[in-house]
């Protein structure tokens, strides 16, 4: 992973999180929005203008990858450099978590 990936996705931005996350299956924008809003109970609605933006620049960073157009939908699937990116931030969280766990004690 290059540096410039690294500087701009690592730690994450929740919208980049639960895109990655969403893209673990081909998915569409208006289909991540819908999931994300199912996964967090309606706490996190994604913006249609952070949405394409989002998944433009990631696109372009190589973190996803446009697979075909369905009903003028663009469908897209995290490549491996996204997994790699994803599994950074869940191990991030992770410890995050465990951290705070034990603290609590």
Sequence with gaps: MDAHIKKVYVPMTETGFYILLCLQEEN?????VQKVKEMTNGDIVLAPG??????????????????????????????????????IEKRRIERLYRNMKEMRS
């Design 50 to 87: 952070t949405m394409y933006g989002s998944l433009s620049k990631m696109e372009k960073d190589g973190l996803i990858r446009f697979i075909r157009e369905e009903e003028k939908r663009k469908l897209y699937i995290i490549t491996s450099l996204g997994k790699e990116v994803l599994d």
């Design 28 to 32: 569409h924008g208006y289909g991540i």
